[in-house]
């Protein structure tokens, strides 16, 4: 295929283009193509031409460099460019072609042509990078507000990069160029874009800077003329710590170098990554490229997001083809979200059994008679003999075709999937992989405002042999002391003293802990979904429930969440929310994590602090997933699915969207004691439904889930303390 214009490629494709320039920069192997690439490059250029050198030899190919003056007019028998190109195109596979003006003819069913500028019209390849750049920078590319400076008339790439950035719905375009320097109006078709004034950048993600060359005739500019456009400090000043600053280069005096090393400018960041983007560019313009990727597609390529669940719920169906699903988790319940799913065949859990008819499940609790504290419960530490009998199972599961679903990746479905791996597919992370993200250190400190403009609580770490230092804080302020991995609130403890310290260090093999502040304000819970290339589907958010009186003896143990209170959260607040999952989400796909996810964050004082990331599904996707479902949307076990099969997101809604819908909440109530339960009689709270109840002689652990409390109606207003009626719901079970 040529690569002319971005609008040969389309959305989908310039989507696909930058999903495989992720796999590449991430350690992806690129095809070995073979052949030559003619390089074309008549005017002058260094990233473009070293750039597509380069990818070439990433893809196998040679790459032969067209020298400009073979068709120089002052030659004795000069040849046009059009005959040059069509005479040795049968000898090359790709011929990547610079001009001064656009060709009047280009070769036709030979070698495929990719743009780098042609005359004044497109310069696609650069809008690639620079949506590539965006994406990996940012985490996302929808719903960002651009800033465009410069001459937005001539500059080719611009006139691409406006063309592609209607694909992805920007809340906000403003141009900022000089008189007769705009961009035409028929670019600006679908885009809500408005004039600016030059350092207008306050509240922008995204600040382009397009080159702005002095130019000639009417609307020729001098030195004096072209210098408020430049970008120096005074106009960083105004960005906001999460902006980016990108230009295609070469910059003469547009931007001052006295902000290079500001780390929002990533213009050289953009350059290097280029050569990941050329090289996807060439596989996906190799002739016969696609015609042979159509052969070995497993099922029909996505055209667009399916906007129902029915209709992803299908794509879901003809990609697994043939395989049965298998879901294995800690609660058997939260599989429900699966049902409708025709593959859907069998659950592993280790408590709550789902209790699904035509479903085969194998649940620890009904073997052992006994529910675990499943924030103090490790499966992966369980020697015993039912967890052994539960792996035999697998084993056998897994010697026909089939695709497993993880709540949380982990050892001992490891054990049972790599010796069937050549059957089984397995839909999560890596759990070793996994792993990592669970450690909250490195994860906060990857996130700290100045990696990707996400706010996270300021803790210090300490050694264990610096426990006197903490005990000296202690003497000024109470402080919040955590373990680096921990469930639930299970490692975080509010400690005021120094005697406190000693009774109520948190457990822990590491070596060191980590302290703050109280950071007082709104807990707050996402269920999302990340694709490899960065994009979200976001399943809602929710009022946490912590350290609730009568549902957990943890001061800050995990009860719940109220999806119905976070539909009172300021319109600003939920923007903001959304600005930093979008922010974990593509930093999450730039370490290789895809699938579900969760962000828990302290709303305070219309500040998102993020508290941690769940690299897993989460104790409120359940809930999440049956809102989701009444709405006939795909819910986030089936996004997890997509995510693992390649499909795109199934919508691009909003927290905001979502909160317009029908909302409930959930109470989770742990049992303080341990405590051995028979079938219960009698009608659940009124206003309440219940599930997660244990029956039939069950011993329940002491802090392990007695019963989940599903209401319609909010039961918080600081996600501490529950409304009257929930605090009665909560006494007449307990009682």
Same mark, same amino acid.
């Given at each position: 295929?040529?690569?002319?214009?971005?609008?040969?490629?389309?959305?989908?494709?310039?989507?696909?283009?930058?999903?495989?320039?992720?796999?590449?920069?991430?350690?992806?192997?690129?095809?070995?193509?073979?052949?030559?690439?003619?390089?074309?490059?008549?005017?002058?250029?260094?990233?473009?031409?070293?750039?597509?050198?380069?990818?070439?030899?990433?893809?196998?190919?040679?790459?032969?460099?067209?020298?400009?003056?073979? =068709?120089?007019?002052?030659?004795?028998?000069?040849?046009?460019?059009?005959?040059?190109?069509?005479?040795?195109?049968?000898?090359?596979?790709?011929?990547?072609?610079?001009?001064?003006? =656009?060709?009047?003819?280009?070769?036709?069913?030979?070698?495929?042509?990719?743009?780098?500028?042609?005359?004044?019209?497109?310069?696609?390849?650069?809008?690639?990078?620079?949506?590539?750049?965006?994406?990996?920078?940012?985490?996302?590319?929808?719903?960002?507000?651009?800033?465009?400076?410069?001459?937005?008339?001539?500059?080719?790439?611009?006139?691409?990069?406006?063309?592609?950035?209607?694909?992805?719905?920007?809340?906000?375009?403003?141009?900022?160029?000089?008189?007769?320097?705009?961009?035409?109006?028929?670019?600006?078709?679908?885009?809500?874009?408005?004039?600016?004034?030059?350092?207008?950048?306050?509240?922008?993600?995204?600040?382009?800077?397009?080159?702005?060359?002095?130019?000639?005739?009417?609307?020729?500019?001098?030195?004096?003329?072209?210098?408020?456009?430049?970008?120096?400090?005074?106009?960083?000043?105004?960005?906001?710590?999460?902006?980016?600053?990108?230009?295609?280069?070469?910059? !003469?005096?547009?931007?001052?170098?006295?902000?290079?090393?500001?780390?929002?400018?990533?213009?050289?960041?953009?350059?290097?990554?280029?050569?990941?983007?050329?090289?996807?560019?060439?596989?996906?313009?190799?002739?016969?490229?696609?015609?042979?990727?159509?052969?070995?597609?497993?099922?029909?390529?996505?055209?667009?997001?399916?906007?129902?669940?029915?209709?992803?719920?299908?794509?879901?169906?003809?990609?697994?083809?043939?395989?049965?699903?298998?879901?294995?988790?800690?609660?058997?319940?939260?599989?429900?979200?699966?049902?409708?799913?025709?593959?859907?065949?069998?659950?592993?859990?280790?408590?709550?059994?789902?209790?699904?008819?035509?479903?085969?499940?194998?649940?620890?609790?009904?073997?052992?008679?006994?529910?675990?504290?499943?924030?103090?419960?490790?499966?992966?530490?369980?020697?015993?003999?039912?967890?052994?009998?539960?792996?035999?199972?697998?084993?056998?599961?897994?010697?026909?075709?089939?695709?497993?679903?993880?709540?949380?990746?982990?050892?001992?479905?490891?054990?049972?999937?790599?010796?069937?791996?050549?059957?089984?597919?397995?839909?999560?992370?890596? %759990?070793?992989?996994?792993?990592?993200?669970?450690?909250?250190?490195?994860?906060?400190?990857?996130?700290?405002?100045?990696?990707?403009?996400?706010?996270?609580?300021?803790?210090?770490?300490?050694?264990?042999?610096?426990?006197?230092?903490?005990?000296?804080?202690?003497?000024?302020?109470?402080?919040?002391?955590?373990?680096?991995?921990?469930?639930?609130?299970?490692?975080?403890?509010?400690? %005021?003293?120094?005697?406190?310290?000693?009774?109520?260090?948190?457990?822990?093999?590491?070596?060191?802990?980590?302290?703050?502040?109280?950071?007082?304000?709104?807990?707050?819970?996402?269920?999302?979904?990340?694709?490899?290339?960065?994009?979200?589907?976001?399943?809602?958010?929710?009022?946490?429930?912590?350290?609730?009186?009568?549902?957990?003896?943890?001061?800050?143990?995990?009860?719940?969440?109220?999806?119905?209170?976070?539909?009172?959260?300021?319109?600003?607040?939920?923007?903001?929310?959304?600005?930093?999952?979008?922010?974990?989400?593509?930093?999450?796909?730039?370490?290789?994590?895809?699938?579900?996810?969760?962000?828990?964050?302290?709303?305070?004082?219309?500040?998102?602090?993020?508290?941690?990331?769940?690299?897993?599904?989460?104790?409120?996707?359940?809930?999440?997933?049956?809102?989701?479902?009444?709405?006939?949307?795909?819910?986030?076990?089936?996004?997890?699915?997509?995510?693992?099969?390649?499909?795109?997101?199934?919508?691009?809604?909003?927290?905001?969207?979502?909160?317009?819908?029908?909302?409930?909440?959930?109470?989770?109530?742990?049992?303080?004691?341990?405590?051995?339960?028979?079938?219960?009689?009698?009608?659940?709270?009124?206003?309440?439904?219940?599930?997660?109840?244990?029956?039939?002689?069950?011993?329940?652990?002491?802090?392990?889930?007695?019963?989940?409390? !599903?209401?319609?109606?909010?039961?918080?207003?600081?996600?501490?303390?529950?409304?009257?009626?929930?605090?009665?719901?909560?006494?007449?079970?307990?009682?």
């Amino acid at each position: 295929m040529n690569l002319l214009r971005v609008a040969d490629l389309g959305p989908e494709g310039v989507r696909s283009v930058l999903r495989r320039a992720t796999d590449l920069e991430r350690g992806a192997r690129p095809q070995r193509l073979g052949g030559a690439v003619l390089l074309a490059i008549l005017t002058p250029s260094t990233r473009t031409r070293l750039g597509f050198a380069r990818a070439a030899v990433d893809v196998g190919a040679v790459p032969v460099m067209f020298e400009s003056a073979r =068709y120089a007019p002052t030659m004795s028998a000069p040849e046009t460019l059009e005959d040059s190109l069509a005479s040795v195109a049968e000898y090359y596979e790709v011929i990547v072609l610079r001009t001064a003006q =656009y060709p009047s003819a280009l070769p036709e069913d030979s070698a495929s042509i990719i743009s780098a500028g042609l005359g004044d019209d497109e310069h696609p390849t650069q809008a690639l990078i620079d949506l590539f750049s965006v994406q990996r920078e940012l985490g996302r590319i929808e719903g960002l507000r651009w800033g465009l400076v410069g001459d937005l008339n001539w500059m080719r790439v611009v006139h691409s990069l406006l063309r592609a950035l209607a694909w992805f719905e920007p809340a906000e375009v403003r141009l900022m160029a000089p008189p007769g320097r705009g961009p035409s109006p028929e670019l600006l078709s679908g885009l809500p874009c408005r004039e600016a004034e030059p350092g207008d950048v306050e509240g922008l993600d995204v600040l382009y800077v397009a080159g702005l060359p002095p130019g000639n005739g009417e609307f020729a500019l001098d030195d004096a003329s072209r210098r408020p456009w430049r970008v120096g400090p005074e106009t960083m000043a105004r960005l906001g710590p999460g902006a980016r600053v990108l230009c295609p280069l070469p910059r !003469v005096d547009e931007i001052d170098r006295q902000v290079d090393a500001d780390p929002r400018s990533a213009w050289v960041r953009q350059s290097a990554g280029g050569r990941f983007v050329r090289s996807a560019i060439l596989e996906a313009c190799w002739p016969g490229r696609a015609e042979e990727d159509e052969r070995r597609r497993p099922s029909p390529p996505v055209s667009k997001p399916a906007a129902s669940r029915s209709a992803y719920r299908e794509l879901l169906e003809r990609r697994l083809g043939k395989r049965e699903l298998v879901y294995f988790g800690t609660r058997g319940a939260d599989a429900r979200s699966l049902s409708d799913l025709r593959n859907f065949e069998c659950i592993f859990s280790q408590i709550a059994p789902s209790g699904l008819a035509g479903v085969d499940e194998v649940c620890l609790e009904s073997i052992t008679k006994r529910r675990v504290d499943l924030d103090a419960y490790n499966i992966d530490a369980d020697g015993s003999g039912p967890v052994s009998d539960l792996r035999v199972e697998m084993l056998r599961r897994f010697e026909t075709l089939a695709a497993v679903v993880p709540y949380r990746a982990g050892a001992v479905l490891a054990s049972a999937w790599f010796p069937r791996s050549d059957k089984v597919l397995h839909l999560g992370n890596f %759990h070793e992989l996994q792993d990592t993200f669970e450690h909250k250190p490195w994860v906060e400190s990857q996130l700290s405002e100045a990696e990707v403009g996400v706010r996270t609580i300021p803790w210090r770490y300490f050694a264990d042999s610096e426990r006197p230092l903490i005990k000296e804080m202690l003497e000024i302020t109470p402080l919040v002391v955590r373990s680096n991995r921990s469930d639930g609130g299970t490692g975080v403890r509010f400690i %005021h003293s120094p005697e406190d310290l000693d009774r109520d260090w948190p457990p822990h093999t590491d070596g060191f802990v980590a302290t703050a502040s109280f950071v007082d304000g709104l807990p707050i819970n996402v269920n999302a979904v990340v694709f490899p290339d960065g994009a979200v589907s976001r399943h809602g958010v929710s009022v946490q429930l912590v350290g609730i009186e009568g549902c957990t003896k943890r001061r800050f143990g995990y009860c719940g969440n109220d999806f119905a209170a976070a539909a009172a959260l300021d319109a600003g607040d939920i923007q903001e929310i959304d600005r930093a999952l979008d922010a974990v989400a593509g930093w999450l796909a730039r370490h290789g994590y895809r699938g579900a996810f969760g962000m828990d964050a302290i709303l305070s004082e219309h500040k998102v602090f993020v508290v941690e990331v769940n690299p897993r599904f989460q104790g409120s996707s359940r809930l999440s997933a049956a809102l989701d479902s009444q709405s006939d949307r795909a819910d986030m076990f089936l996004a997890h699915i997509g995510a693992f099969l390649d499909l795109s997101p199934p919508d691009h809604l909003t927290s905001t969207d979502l909160l317009k819908r029908p909302l409930a909440a959930h109470i989770v109530v742990h049992t303080g004691n341990t405590r051995v339960l028979e079938d219960l009689a009698g009608d659940p709270p009124p206003g309440f439904d219940v599930d997660l109840v244990s029956r039939g002689g069950v011993t329940v652990e002491a802090g392990a889930i007695l019963a989940d409390l !599903v209401t319609r109606c909010p039961v918080t207003a600081d996600g501490t303390s529950l409304s009257a009626s929930a605090r009665s719901a909560v006494e007449v079970w307990n009682a």
